[in-house]
């Protein structure tokens, strides 16, 4: 959207606020250099001199990553930085190196040209996916994919930025937000991105305001333009008259004062002022996240999403001892407050196969669909979290993702109940009363919610997918992006239907999905008698201050 003002040059356009704050500086336009990929086939190609650079940028980039790694432990105060890993992962994804090689061993492929094909595989099923999160790991692709062309034909992808920058760029990978991070941009504005992707994600943890989804702003913005970004808004104005700039004096100080009112209520409950005590709890996804607990003081995770396990290894996504490890870091650094561990969210042929393509992948084979039919999956996630349950009794709930039927719940309770078995005959520790709740995130669970409330541990509205399932608007669909209503009375409607089961049946009602985050929402979740709500980190501030 775009809006000319008569006092001055001045423009608006409006985004999704990634990361909240406010920032002013001059625009600097991030344009990754072009390059051009050898022929498909070149009969005169060397094999063995190919493998060799192959080689060669490969462990350069694997370095830069370490670099990478290093400056944002350093930054952030992370004890792993796990973004940067799930880069370092695909470069070592055995998978997509022998691709590679194959392309430069039997199509005589230059390397170059080699390296741009498999990752294209790749980059096309991550695109096409129905899952979110792996459509926003097709920067990641693309990042490594550049960086390894770019090391081949000797230049460098990020140019040097100038101080005192608001960086405008159609997408960013996270590696280019931490070098961007070392130039000490004011804020980011990108034209696509996610709120769950990567780049925002460590754009947060580094406190760099973000805007994403800001239609034709590489288009619009002009190098050396002064920008005003307002990250909590969504809002980037170009070239500012002396209202926006007095208006923005205030915001400074508006956000001054937030920053110490915050400081005030952070070791605080989160208590309405008739004294009802409402739960903050975090959404995360990522171990370099987990600081954010501590940073927020959240009384738990409300929902952990565990789909990461599927895109930093979609090899070997199964890893229970690379689960185990995940759960317990949560947990420890939860101190003795709950972790709700969702089960695997995926979906789509890509990540698992199905052997088929989905003309509708949202009403598709998704959640504990797949689940229920790879039993092995669930199984061994089953498996990891309960042995994780056992070492730390009480502190762990498991969730169900994406259920839409009572048959499903019974099914996996009855594979908790098998697991628990097969840790008590190997003698593991077990916690006989992990809860067992399911997300409401389709309206069959909403409409059915007293009958469901008799037999889960709890609820968690996900209204991300229960708007997107009630109001029939993909979620992931910018053409019908005004459709995406999350204040339709339709959707209040289920949710309150939940919330009253809940009551009914004593069972804790929370809600995990984006609607929490919004004050007045937030406000209004609570008047319908829900009590626990959990929200990305950064929205906690606000959501605690409503309250
Ligand atoms: C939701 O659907 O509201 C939710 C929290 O889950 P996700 O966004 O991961 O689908
Ligand atoms: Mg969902």
């Known amino acids: 959207m775009t809006e000319?003002?008569?006092?001055?040059?001045?423009?608006?356009l409006y985004g999704i606020a990634a990361v909240p704050g406010i920032a002013e500086g001059i625009a600097h336009l991030y344009e990754r250099e072009k390059f051009n990929v050898s022929d498909e086939d070149d009969e005169h190609s060397n094999e063995e001199q190919e493998l060799d650079r192959l080689n060669n940028a490969i462990k350069a980039i694997s370095k830069e990553l370490e670099m990478v790694t290093a400056f944002a432990k350093s930054q952030v105060d992370a004890d792993s930085s796990s973004i940067i890993e799930t880069q370092m992962a695909i470069l070592e994804d055995p998978e997509l190196i022998r691709q590679i090689k194959l392309y430069i061993q039997t199509r005589k492929s230059k390397a170059d040209r080699a390296v741009?094909?498999?990752?294209?595989?790749?980059?096309?099923?991550?695109?096409?996916?129905?899952?979110?999160?792996?459509?926003?790991?097709?920067?990641d692709l693309r990042d490594i994919r550049n960086r390894l062309i770019a090391h081949l034909h000797k230049s460098t992808t990020v140019?040097?930025?100038?101080?005192?920058?608001?960086?405008?760029?159609?997408?960013?990978?996270?590696?280019?937000?931490?070098?961007?991070?070392?130039?000490?941009?004011?804020?980011?504005?990108?034209?696509?991105?996610?709120?769950?992707?990567?780049?925002?994600i460590v754009a947060g943890a580094l406190a760099i305001p973000m805007i994403i989804n800001v239609a034709g702003v590489v288009n619009e913005v002009k190098n050396g333009d002064k920008v005003l970004v307002n990250a909590a808004s969504g809002e980037l104005i170009i070239s500012p008259g002396k209202e926006s700039l007095d208006f923005f004096n205030v915001q400074i100080e508006l956000a001054e004062q937030k920053e110490v009112q915050w400081q005030k209520i952070k070791e605080l409950p989160a208590k309405t002022s008739c004294g009802t005590e409402i739960q903050l709890r975090a959404n995360l996804e990522f171990e370099l996240e987990f600081e954010n607990i501590l940073t927020y003081n959240a009384d738990g995770i409300g929902l952990l999403r565990t789909e990461s396990f599927f895109i930093a290894?979609?090899?070997?996504?199964?890893?229970?001892?690379?689960?185990?490890?995940?759960?317990?870091?949560?947990?420890?650094?939860?101190?003795?407050?709950?972790?709700?561990?969702?089960?695997?969210?995926?979906?789509?042929?890509?990540?698992?196969?199905?052997?088929?393509?989905?003309?509708?992948?949202?009403?598709?084979?998704?959640?504990?669909?797949?689940?229920l039919e790879k039993r092995e999956i669930l199984r061994q996630q089953l498996r990891s979290i309960l042995t994780v349950a056992g070492r730390y009794p009480g502190q762990i709930q498991i969730m169900i993702p994406m259920i839409s039927d009572l048959a499903e719940f019974d099914e996996v309770k009855r594979e908790m109940i098998s697991v628990q078995q097969i840790l008590k005959d190997e003698e593991f520790p077990v916690d006989e009363n992990?809860?067992?709740?399911?997300?409401?995130?389709?309206?069959?669970?909403?409409?059915?919610?007293?009958?469901?409330?008799?037999?889960?541990?709890?609820?968690?509205?996900?209204?991300?997918?229960?708007?997107?399932?009630?109001?029939?608007?993909?979620?992931?669909?910018?053409?019908?992006?005004?459709?995406?209503?999350?204040?339709?009375?339709?959707?209040?409607?289920?949710?309150?239907?939940?919330?009253?089961?809940?009551q009914k049946f004593g069972i804790p009602v929370a809600v995990c999905g984006e609607l929490a985050s919004y004050s007045f929402a937030a406000l209004v979740l609570i008047a319908m008698g829900i009590r626990s709500l959990s929200v990305a980190p950064p929205h906690i501030p606000d959501v605690k201050q409503a309250i």
């Open 434 to 502: 992990v809860p067992l709740g399911i997300m409401v995130e389709v309206p069959s669970v909403a409409l059915m919610a007293g009958e469901f409330a008799r037999k889960a541990d709890f609820f968690s509205i996900g209204t991300n997918d229960l708007t997107q399932y009630t109001l029939a608007v993909d979620r992931a669909n910018p053409k019908v992006s005004n459709h995406y209503q999350q204040m339709h009375p339709g959707l209040w409607r289920l949710i309150r239907l939940t919330a009253d089961a809940g």
């Open 313 to 371: 290894d979609v090899e070997n996504p199964l890893d229970i001892a690379k689960q185990i490890a995940f759960y317990e870091q949560a947990v420890k650094t939860c101190r003795g407050k709950a972790v709700t561990v969702r089960l695997f969210d995926v979906g789509g042929d890509k990540v698992i196969r199905s052997g088929k393509e989905e003309d509708n992948p949202f009403l598709g084979w998704r959640g504990i669909r797949i689940l």
């Open 159 to 200: 140019q040097d930025i100038p101080g005192n920058a608001v960086l405008i760029a159609d997408d960013l990978s996270p590696t280019e937000v931490v070098l961007f991070s070392k130039h000490k941009v004011n804020a980011l504005v990108v034209e696509l991105g996610g709120l769950n992707a990567h780049a925002s």
């Open 4 to 12: 000319d003002t008569s006092i001055s040059r001045e423009k608006k």
């Open 116 to 139: 741009y094909d498999a990752f294209g595989i790749y980059i096309r099923a991550f695109r096409a996916s129905d899952s979110e999160l792996l459509r926003q790991r097709v920067s």
